[in-house]
């Protein structure tokens, strides 16, 4: 279908988007790029437009239109594909660690390489010894073998200690039988293992003489190096479609006795005497806890710039979409919908939720790295003092990051209207790949039991935020430590009430619902306290004052927004100034902080430096030309290709097909 | 690959999943079956049985296997494949309309042709003259024209008023000429339109003699019938990927000054005079809002049951999943996730949600069936005072029950685990697939502008939820009257209160903030009024008494559970009884509503009488067979057909593709 001559002569459409973005950008007192220094650093930036340069060139962009229109078969094709391009441009390039990690984010979906990469290296780096290291880590992190990270069951994800695998030590020949009992003993949802791997690390239970000592790491080949074929007793495939992550082969694998050598059980921190058949542990078991919090942070931050992307996007096409006139104004000509207060109040808090997010997750690699020095230091009780702080934050974080970052997606999209479900918003497939974080790595309630926990023992042991608790104290939201005391008050009041209920007969399991308010209450402060902390180092990061004054309103909407949405919890904890009492008031404080904000909507998200090759977005491109965009990538797409035959009684269903012309 | 023999071994599982299924059933009072009469009545169960039976008959469920993991291409083609099936089975099996309409609910996606079977043929029943009918309705039910519905354009949605397209008038001739006047004009998310319609009914700006009389809707043709080939002066096309809805091809198209004959404006209610050119309106405007009324009560009803085939999925794995021993007991067996307080806060309360939405729209459906018969008896002006009632409730309820419907279906899913990201769980789809609905049909928020304004009008008439309005009536949550005059109240709060603001100054745009709020109140109010009516008609519908008693305890705890999230609004508004003051008491309240409807979770969900079929859901299998079903319906996905070549260096991607067996 070649588009005819009256349809180009309406290109480009006389439409107001660039003018309006361009104007947006003009009318804002708030320096764009001085945040994207203070977030980023100059070093990162270049480093970032270099590697989406080269990815550019080879037509990366290109294959991205491509990709939402195919089906499973041919993503996990194309996956393969692009992370061998990914690689081979990695060493073409001498790509550093960071410049190949971001290749990735910057080309899509995540690649069947993700869990080698990320994963299996990472285990392999932190519980391996030397002679390991030169056995598996090495081949590993060369490509020479391909592995993924295999713990979960059909039967059992959260509960650890109730996987079914065993691994049997067996002395007389030194090595471990692997095998599954049982058909729900398979290992399911392991990224890159249904059709990629040929290693797995198998977490399994160590049997040794009779014993079970829990679940062990175990490297277990299980492909052929030269066919890719199973190896015997491997039983191992893809687990089939799932509601996002099409790229990724998530895969499922039993064994049926399979013999591994003494080498491949990881032995840094325990291992099998191979001479007595013992038991031991070595080293400090805190190290193994300081990986996986290191993980949580990454997946806090990864939550906070996956949710400001959405939310550019949908500020950008806010800016641009016009859609009745004021009902305030004389004027018939129709406004921007982001002047509607309804939409503001949907999106502007967003805007500090990302940020929130995006500062606390830096605040708490900050903490992990004075950890990291003490250790180095050779300070390991210091170390490990520190770690049960960055355990309960990166848990709690973790846990309530990846929720909110999820829902504001989400409100992100549906402030697009209708547009927002088109592929071309660039926004649904943030969700879709967002969403199982809420899951991994600790599912987010499972997580908020342990942040609970820790801070009963906090309180019990009378630890800072709980000494300090006075009920009857007072705020004065007009000064923002206030603030940020009554989210510290309503948490140490939580955690007595809980305590409290304990003493007087609770079970376990009636408090997981109070503990689940409290963890979510914890974030909330640490997002508050990051935020207001993170003010503080502006200047030092160059960010000039009216900018920082304009963060500092919006640290102001996130942390009221955040209050009137939780006000019957802090009413309860007695945490609210008596001029926020009623919601009115409340709302009034919201509004005009809506109204401060609005004028620099679009630059506070141009701070965060999104590309439009990693936006990849009709909506939220950054020249405004949404509806141009849309419509070329609409009229050029394939299934465009097909002539219908519509007629029910006609069996006939294509009847032809005709390249369509790009306009 | 074909499983080895030691796989074949391990099937079937020798897991409680049927037991615990049983066990549950057998455990509660809850009478399933008589649920099931009640909500659809016997010829309804027998008809759907049977439908079912036709389908499966013709592999319908194997179709409906390959699916999702299908790319667009292949999808469309298959949903007009399906599309076929269902239209030649209707004329085979002489199906009612009911029949062949549950046939499409039964068979998976909305197939090519569902724009034509709904919009286009509803909208000529309603809006044409008897000529009409015998030129366009006709045709349209014979199938020999196949038609869309065609508002929003590139750049206007919820703004009709502003729609750019026009239909000029050409006294001459007598024609129209239809015309699109800029790129941002072109018709768009247009369903059925992509590919497969060749009319459309067109929304335009009426133009005559000069002078816009608004936005008319006509008759277009857009596709030759003999060849399938955009006609002259008419570009159309698919809008590519979205992020559900893959079997639909929503379409855009411009025209070029089309001109189409007179009779091709839809004239039942207005029409230009052919012989002198002047505008005239003929009949009740009035009944073209009912049309409207009737469907967004016809979605809110789709929400109703795609929550509950969510919920009922989640409540039947949550009661087979088993992780983690209870904390609270000697025993070291793991127990259902179904006992978690948590997952029952999560779940049970959405069972509470899926009846009270479901007997909203019934209790609607009854309004409607009230105001059609005060129509057809002749009382025009008693059929317009029930619609100003019947357009705010519908408004209401379409707006707040889609919201809180896929709210509720993404908490099923999460509830789900891991495995409720698999496709196989059979949540993430109905997620996918009923979320437009919240944007369509009047945008959400949109919506709430409506229902406030018709409260403020019905504060200031003093209508009866007003004029008994009393500010310091005290409430008694031990009666179940008081807990909806609890939501009433507060509803007539909210409304005063606006009034107030906007006396005081507030501007309409200021406002759109709190009638969000209030149209959620109001919703709120019409699902606890209606549930609550809904027990009382318990009797006579045959439902014994102690399932009558559970459903009165749901009701309780839906009204309880909303109560406590909005919490600070019922305070505001001092409907809060003293003994529910604090989050303490409330949840304590809420707690042990959890423990009494607990056991009845799964009979609860299963009076909704879904098949296996309608669920297609390997976790929600009414055998409770999940694991065995997850593992078969993976070894067989295609994707395991392939066997890569993963070494980096390789330019092969596949190696090999391979026939898969099913296990
Ligand atoms: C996209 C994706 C990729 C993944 N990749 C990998 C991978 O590469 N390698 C790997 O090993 N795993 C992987 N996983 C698996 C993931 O780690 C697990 O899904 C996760 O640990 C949750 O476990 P589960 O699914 O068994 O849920 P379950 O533990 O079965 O939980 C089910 C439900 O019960 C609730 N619940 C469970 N126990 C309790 C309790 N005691 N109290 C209260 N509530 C409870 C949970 O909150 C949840 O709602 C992946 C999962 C997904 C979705
Ligand atoms: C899957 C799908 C199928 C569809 N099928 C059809 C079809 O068959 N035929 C058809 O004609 N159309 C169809 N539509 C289009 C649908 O009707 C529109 O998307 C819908 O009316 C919303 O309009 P919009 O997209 O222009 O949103 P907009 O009106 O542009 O709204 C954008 C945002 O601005 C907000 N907003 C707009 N105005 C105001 C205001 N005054 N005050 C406060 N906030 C405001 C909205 O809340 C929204 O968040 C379909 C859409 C979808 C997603």
Known sequence: MTAPTWVRD?????????????????????DAAAIANM??????????????????????????????????????EQSLARGKSLKHLRK?????????????TASGEMNVYGLHDKAFIKCLTDQTTDEQKAAFLVPAQQDKIIGCYAQTELSHGSNVRGLETTATWSPHDQTFVVHSPS????????????????????????????????PHTFVVPIRDLATHEPLEGVYVGDIGPKFGYSSMDNGFALFNNVKIPYINMLARFQFVDPQTSEYKRRGSQALVYGGMTFLRVGIAADAATTLARAVTIAIRYAAIRQQFADEDSASQAETSVLNYSMVQYRLLPLIGTAYGLQFAAEGLRGLYGRYDSLLGGGDQAGAEALLAELHVQSCALKSHGTTISVEGIETARRACGGHGYSHYSGIGHLYSEMLPSVTYEGDNYMLTKQVARALIKGAKAKSAMFADYNPSAKFDFAKDVDIIKAYGHRVAFQTFQIIRLRDTGSTWNALLIPFWRLCTAYAQFII??????????????????????VLADLFR???????????????????????????????????????KIRPHAVNLMDGWAFSDLVLNSSLGRSDGKAYESMFRRAAANPVNTLTFDPRPESSVLIKSRQAVAKL
Chains 1, 2 share one sequence.
């Open 557 to 595: 909407l996130h942390a009221l927004t955040t209050f009137d949405n939780y006000a019957s919890e802090f009413a309860d904890a007695q945490a609210v100034p008596a001029a926020l009492r009623d919601g009115v008031s409340r709302q009034k404080a919201i509004a005009d902080l809506l109204s």
């Open 92 to 104: 073409v390039h001498s790509w550093s660690p960071e410049e190949y990690s971001y290749s990735s």
């Open 183 to 214: 058909l729900t003993a398979s290992k399911w949802w392991i990224g890159t293992m249904g059709r990629t791997a040929n290693h797995a690390l198998v977490m399994a239970q160590l049997i040794v003489k009779g014993k079970n000592y829990g």
């Open 39 to 76: 977030l980023y650093g100059p070093d990162v930036l270049a480093m970032r437009s270099r590697v989406e340069a080269t990815l550019i060139a080879q037509h990366f962009d290109d294959k991205l239109e491509a990709l939402p229109s195919l089906g499973r078969m041919h993503k996990i």
């Open 528 to 549: 508050v306290r990051e935020f207001h902390d993170a003010l503080a180092r502006l200047p030092a990061a160059g960010v000039p004052t009216q900018t920082s004054a």
């Open 10 to 30: 309406l290109l480009p459409p006389k439409v107001a988007g660039p003018d309006l973005l361009a104007a947006e950008r003009a009318g804002s007192v708030v």
